[in-house]
């Protein structure tokens, strides 16, 4: 579960409780620039710019970057294996830059501060601006003052939802029951309005430390949930939307769920991505099924999903073998350098075959229908019928000149020696 620390303390119960009554809280910290800090919660949430005065929102992400990077030295990425998607995460891997952004660059910033912290080796000039909280859904048609009409992407929705484990499950949670003596439903309730009164926020920082320059960096504007039981669902109007990249600052482990224009999920992306505090990381998808929605979930504790530079639309020929989708058998075709039965290189180069067919693709597929066929007893028969098969397709790669004589009788040999079928989960 995402946790609170003192900081995050100090940040969410003054935004949360804007229907209460006036009350002084004293955070514990050990922050010495937060430990002398009493927030007043009054009729309006905390801005930013108050949020500010506690000290740079870097500090606040390096309170716990330890603790962060202990969490991912012990994830391993995980990608469900779906072969009508593909992950990426570097844009050279993705290959496309033609594609409608959003990067929230006309948000209207409230306020903007520049200031010194004098935190001895850590010193620090720090430059920021930030817009006013505003309600857990942005497209379009919700613009909360935040953006001018038509200063906003069509086609593409930000809504926050609950992460139902860390809703139920939560130190806030357990603040407004000791604090007010309110029941479970009060609770629910009072948190779902927040999620919708006040669930995100834009800003941007740039930081030079007087010591150590070469830490100096600079973010603009990334789109921010408010909340650490909140889970971030990015929707498309648009019903052909095949591709999506977009930036996370800092990175971290994420799940990142893709799903269907009929709401099923149709693949999961666990991982983790790599990113030292002062930078972006990169994650993006491709996808064979027009994509309806994509829910980012945070899995390190403390962390909130933030995102920036939201590319989204449709890539008529999404491996770049030069034909469309539609007409394309292998939309993700195999292209890695060398062909293979198995784990035996042949030494030969796997070529583009026919109709957007590498000779990759076409082995795989042939491996994999005559695995479906294994029952355990017709070994001896499939065998048989994968050399023969294999048989046909090498004599048109032979007949397209892709591949000699000599490599088609290799490939004849390397396939009367493979172990197919094989029972495959």
Known sequence: MKQFKSFAYVLLAT???????????????????????????????????????????????RSFENTQNKIASQTVAARSYNPNIQFFNSPEGFN????????????????????????GEWSQYVQNSGSDLFPGILNEDNLHGIFN??????????????NEDDFQNNSFRDYLRNQYDWTESEIDDRMEELIFENGFYIYSEAI???????????HSKPLTSNYDFTDLEIKFSENNINAVSLNILRGGSFTFNIYDRSGNIIATDYTYLASNSNSMSYWAVKSGVAIG???????????????????????????????????????????????????????IANKLAR????????LESLITSINAEYNGDNYRALHSKFTKELAKLSYYWYKDRLITSRERSAISRAAYSADVPMFVD
């Open 96 to 119: 496309n830059n033609a594609l409608p952004m959003e990067d929230f660059e006309n948000a209207i910033m409230g306020f903007s501060n520049n200031n010194y912290y004098d935190s």
């Open 355 to 362: 109709n957007g067919a590498t000779m990759m693709d076409e």
């Open 208 to 218: 030079q430390y007087v010591y150590y320059p070469q830490y100096n960096f600079s």
């Open 15 to 61: 935004v949360f409780l804007t229907s209460c009554e006036p009350e002084t809280i004293t955070p514990e910290t050990t922050d010495a620039s937060t430990q002398e800090t009493k927030q007043i919660i009054g009729q309006k949430p905390l801005t930013l710019f108050e949020i500010t005065q506690l000290g740079s929102l870097d500090a606040y992400f």
């Open 149 to 162: 009409e038509g200063d906003f992407a069509s086609g593409i929705s930000f809504e926050l939802i609950k």
């Open 293 to 347: 929605k994509i829910v980012i979930i945070s899995d390190y504790l403390y962390t909130r999903e933030n995102v920036d530079n939201v590319a989204f639309g449709n890539e008529p020929d999404l491996d770049g073998d030069g034909v469309i989708n539609s007409e394309d058998k292998y939309p993700f075709s195999n292209f890695t350098p060398e062909f293979r039965i198995y784990h035996t290189n042949l030494g």
